[in-house]
């Protein structure tokens, strides 16, 4: 009788398993894509804010969250359904979502817009006002904030404007398309991301000023005009004339503005601009144009006279200043740089006349980020993959002594938020099988305190199982990579695979994060009997100088060998349907799918491209010139690179996806593609989004992997 109870409770158990199994949800390609980034990935914290006393907010969930991390408690809980109620009283129009909020974190009280008009909420009266005091416009282009709440800076119309004293200052007025004022130069390469910087007083504004009067004119056509209208842009393509870039100050007391003594005739790049502490001095990385020569400069604010060379880095293929120098609060004379000068990015101390006081960190592994000082002043916080090249660590550095100490956990990819006096963090944490969680850490004794986590997003829906691989390059280092194995995977039968690709600069795809940084829509094809494989060669980042440089003047070549040696291992695996593969890849993945369709023809039966580099004649100086010197320095490299030269190759079906509006790889890529397959009469196949440009985003991008996903599927079994 006992042992016939326990077959009878077995059975009811596998039968409730498999009850919940088939309740599961089959994904839509809709919902994979447009909710990948929203309902269906991990949960997070938004508007987190440290506050005195040991409090922390946060919003979530259509709640404001106030949290005592030092009792470990939530002390207080504001619904969206208060302050819309509050509003009601106010006559004002209700919120359909938590905004973002701005804390006046001595008066215990918040900011907030609802339309055109801000409001405040007093946390201890729980009441709603008016917020009569000066905010900047979030849509304002290229809206940049000082230290001082009442000062920021924007762009209009080729112009840079300062708010400043209640009123709007014009500090240029002669903004064109040939010059333009307070915009990102050099295409924001070189870490560049914002062409508006101010000084630590905020009673000084350096900016960029670029002359595009030499650069040529490209046409970008607007579809939807009637009848279609042409706009110019400026595009220098490699080898041919750039952009000349002047830094100047404007002295926001006296009203006027200088400009650095820096010759621009010789089309150098001047980036990582930092004032010094005291705002004496302003330090600018000068590169020259075949980017391997670097001078990190130092010139007086006052007049603009440049002082001295603090130091140089040359190297025999390029050198890639992203990084400002870093100053520290308790020795203003002292600077941290980051340079992969030993072959992987490292910290240097420095003092402010240029000399090296020592090396700070070292090791086969980079510093990705420099996040700021502990409370003491004396350790420098930085992030950096020590532990595995897919992960993301928190350490710590003392400048003094020199002693590196690991402050984050659990082994994955964190992502620090400090506080103001450095004696805390957020540790956004994740990791393959993780999806998120939030932790307070508290740097001087590395307790951490877990604040949130969140429950798995895919969790009611059937999707694939993942894990990551380690496979030999041809030069003996390793490459890390990821795959999704089918839903119901079954290793007696044969899948097709997909591999998705970048391989490119400045982009690692396989990371220790939720899925190892796979899409939310891999899922979809893993039900339709796919293996989704990606893998990161040479040229990607945080692998040292030797593993990032190997492709330099060849870009592609290495890259392709890469992928051949995650080809040859899914060619080994059993249940690999090698007769079935397919590749698709967008931008520099773009460019090195049609190298492969074209370089390896036959290994591919189907494949997409978007937005696809087809010659790299065609692509922008900053970047292009970098990787692979320029057109008339080494025809060879861009004669072998140029898909253009190997279309007549192609085996297997092909489908270029272009966006009508590219400005970063322009349409005539893939139409000079078209047209040289038209001429040796090869069949391509072709879609345009004649409204977008480099990237698909919206509603429509879940019209592209539709796209996408089609044309595999149509493809890989005829």
Do not use: C
């Given at each position: 009788m006992y042992m016939k109870k326990i077959i009878i409770i077995l059975i009811s158990c596998t039968q409730c398993f498999i009850a919940f199994a088939q309740t599961k949800q089959s994904l839509t390609l809709k919902d994979a894509v447009l909710k990948g980034r929203t309902s269906l990935a991990p949960q997070r914290l938004n508007n987190i804010t440290f506050l005195p006393n040991h409090l922390l907010s946060y919003s979530i969930n259509e709640n404001i969250i106030l949290f005592d991390y030092k009792k470990n408690k939530i002390i207080e809980k504001i619904t969206l359904t208060q302050i819309n109620a509050l509003l009601k009283q106010n006559n004002a129009d209700t919120l359909p979502a938590i905004p973002a909020l701005q804390w006046n974190k001595q008066q215990s009280t918040f900011s907030f817009q609802s339309k055109n008009k801000y409001f405040t909420y007093d946390v201890v009266s729980k009441k709603i006002f008016p917020d009569t005091s000066e905010h900047p416009d979030a849509a304002l282009e290229n809206l940049e904030l000082s230290s001082n709440p009442h000062i920021w800076a924007y762009t209009k119309d080729n112009n840079l404007y300062l708010h400043y004293n209640k009123k709007d200052i014009a500090i240029s007025n002669d903004g064109n398309i040939n010059l333009t004022y307070g915009y990102p130069a050099s295409r924001n390469e070189f870490g560049i991301n914002k062409g508006i910087f101010f000084s630590n007083r905020a009673d000084k504004l350096a900016f960029y000023k670029v002359d595009h009067s030499e650069v040529a004119e490209y046409p970008i056509i607007h579809w939807t005009e009637f009848p279609a209208k042409n706009e110019n842009i400026k595009y220098p393509m490699a080898g041919q004339k750039s952009q000349k870039v002047y830094v100047g100050i404007y002295h926001l007391k006296q009203n006027k503005t200088i400009y650095i003594q820096e010759n621009p005739n010789d089309y150098k790049y001047l980036t990582n601009?930092?004032?010094?502490?005291?705002?004496?001095?302003?330090?600018?990385?000068?590169?020259?144009?075949?980017?391997?020569?670097?001078?990190?400069?130092?010139?007086?604010?006052?007049?603009?006279?440049?002082?001295?060379?603090?130091?140089?880095?040359?190297?025999?293929?390029?050198?890639?200043?992203?990084?400002?120098?870093?100053?520290?609060?308790?020795?203003?004379?002292?600077?941290?740089?980051?340079?992969?000068?030993?072959?992987?990015?490292?910290?240097?101390?420095?003092?402010?006349?240029?000399?090296l006081l020592k090396q700070l960190t070292r090791g086969e592994w980079e510093v990705k980020e420099i996040i700021g000082l502990d409370a003491t002043g004396k350790k420098l916080i930085f992030t950096c993959n020590a532990t595995s090249p897919i992960n993301q660590d928190i350490y710590t550095v003392d400048i003094y002594t020199g002693k590196v100490e690991k402050i984050s956990d659990e082994h994955g990819f964190h992502s620090p938020l400090l506080n103001d006096d450095g004696s805390y963090l957020i540790d956004n944490y994740t990791s393959c099988y993780i999806p998120r969680k939030y932790y307070v850490t508290d740097i001087k004794n590395k307790k951490q305190t877990l604040l949130f986590e969140s429950t798995n997003p895919l969790e009611n829906y059937k999707t694939a199982i993942w894990k990551k691989i380690v496979l030999k390059s041809y030069d003996g280092?390793?490459?890390?990579?990821?795959?999704?194995?089918?839903?119901?995977?079954?290793?007696?039968?044969?899948?097709?695979?997909?591999?998705?690709?970048?391989?490119?600069?400045?982009?690692?795809?396989?990371?220790?994060?939720?899925?190892?940084?796979?899409?939310?829509?891999?899922?979809?094809?893993?039900?339709?009997?796919?293996?989704?494989?990606?893998?990161?060669?040479?040229?990607?980042?945080?692998?040292?100088?030797?593993?990032?440089?190997?492709?330099?003047?060849?870009?592609?070549?290495?890259?392709?060998?890469?992928?051949?040696?995650?080809?040859?291992?899914?060619?080994?695996?059993?249940?690999?349907?090698?007769?079935?593969?397919?590749?698709?890849g967008w931008s520099f993945g773009g460019f090195m799918t049609t190298s492969i369709m074209t370089k390896y023809p036959g290994v591919f039966k189907v494949a997409v491209a978007g937005g696809p580099v087809i010659d790299w004649r065609y692509y922008e100086v900053m970047y292009t010139e970098r990787y692979m010197d320029t057109p008339q320095q080494n025809p060879d490299g861009y004669n072998t690179t140029s898909i253009l030269n190997h279309i007549q190759n192609l085996k297997g079906k092909l489908l270029i996806i272009h966006g009508a509006e590219d400005d970063v790889v322009v349409w005539q890529h893939s139409m000079m593609l078209l047209k040289t397959a038209i001429d040796k009469g090869i069949q391509l196949d072709y879609f345009v989004y004649p409204t977008h440009k480099h990237n698909v985003l919206g509603k429509d991008r879940a019209h592209l992997i539709e796209k996408v996903c089609d044309y595999i599927l149509q493809h890989i079994n005829q």
């Open positions: 601009i930092a004032f010094s502490p005291d705002d004496k001095y302003l330090f600018i990385a000068v590169l020259n144009r075949d980017q391997n020569h670097m001078k990190l400069n130092m010139y007086d604010t006052e007049t603009g006279h440049f002082i001295k060379t603090l130091f140089e880095e040359k190297d025999e293929k390029y050198v890639e200043p992203l990084t400002p120098p870093f100053f520290l609060k308790n020795k203003p004379e002292w600077f941290i740089w980051r340079s992969n000068r030993d072959g992987f990015y490292h910290l240097y101390l420095y003092d402010i006349n240029g000399k280092s390793e490459l890390y990579g990821r795959i999704f194995y089918p839903v119901n995977f079954d290793s007696t039968i044969k899948y097709p695979v997909l591999v998705y690709l970048y391989n490119g600069p400045h982009l690692q795809l396989v990371t220790n994060t939720w899925m190892l940084g796979g899409e939310v829509w891999y899922h979809y094809m893993a039900e339709k009997g796919f293996i989704i494989f990606t893998i990161d060669g040479h040229g990607t980042p945080f692998r040292g100088k030797q593993f990032e440089q190997e492709t330099f003047r060849k870009l592609g070549e290495a890259e392709m060998k890469d992928q051949m040696t995650g080809i040859k291992y899914l060619k080994s695996l059993p249940y690999v349907d090698t007769n079935k593969l397919a590749l698709f």
